[in-house]
């Protein structure tokens, strides 16, 4: 979801001759990264238990210290909800020691990928709403406009309290299994984010760095990838068949 926003992003720059380069943060080397090139950095991230993914907290951590960088970030969330507009805090406050200038923090609502799957009607109103919100987005980051969003006690506490989920990640390879059906193909191996997926004798097998992204879930062509059952909450069964958001898109 958060692939399909970043691409929408970069189209609408192009339209305003605004050139982009895109970094997936699961792949890039920072030190190959030229910032002195960039006028201006973005982060985008999937909102996860209220806040940005360990992932992209780490690679924050990961930068270098600069003079200064205007900054802007993009979280998905897949409804409205008050407790996530906190979800940049700890993100923000790294960036700010590193010298990164954050003067834009928007959220954007994309279909669920997680618990609840949206019906079709629901999927079409929210990708019409984010094609109205991105020219506004996008005239707001060129012409450096303040935007930050309004958080309270509560989102803040529901943040720091998110963050017990980087704990029990600790125990993810108890989430998934694959199935008697898999083949080993490695679909989901190649596009893990965390290098979490392997491939043993007879199957994919999962370790303890998983970040609950659910790509392999999603991506693997047998359905095979499957929740034990104490963690059926963690997801829904099929992807979208929403042709903007084929299942190949997201990764």
Not at 33 to 56: E, L, Q, T, W
Not at 94 to 120: A, C, R
Not at 139 to 166: A, P
Request: charged share 25%.
């Amino acid at each position: 979801m958060t692939k399909y926003v970043i691409d929408k992003i970069k189209r609408e720059l192009e339209i305003h001759q605004v050139s982009a380069d895109i970094y997936y943060i699961e792949n890039v080397q920072i030190e190959t990264v030229p910032f002195d090139n960039y006028d201006s950095m973005g982060i985008a991230y999937p909102i996860h238990s209220f806040n940005a993914p360990k992932i992209v907290i780490d690679f924050a951590k990961k930068l270098p210290k600069i003079n200064s960088m205007n900054t802007f970030i993009i979280s998905i969330a897949g409804d409205i909800s008050l407790f996530n507009l906190s979800s940049s805090r700890l993100l923000i406050k790294i960036l700010s020691k590193k010298g990164f200038n954050v003067f834009y923090d928007k959220q954007f609502i994309m279909p669920s990928n997680f618990i609840v799957k949206d019906d079709e009607a629901k999927v079409k109103s929210k990708l019409i709403k984010i094609s109205e919100e991105i020219p506004k987005t996008i005239h707001d980051i060129i012409n450096l406009v303040f935007y930050k969003q309004k958080n309270s006690c509560i989102s803040n506490i529901m943040t720091f309290i998110g963050r017990i989920e980087w704990i029990g990640l600790l125990i993810s390879n108890k989430f998934f299994y694959a199935s008697k059906e898999c083949i080993s193909c490695a679909i989901c191996v190649d596009n893990c984010p965390n290098n979490n997926i392997s491939i043993g004798k007879n199957h994919a097998y999962f370790h303890r760095q998983c970040g609950l992204c659910m790509r392999c879930l999603y991506l693997c062509p047998r359905h095979c990838i499957k929740t034990y059952r104490l963690y059926k909450f963690i997801s829904f069964d099929k992807w979208y068949e929403n042709d903007e958001l084929s299942v190949m898109k997201i990764k």
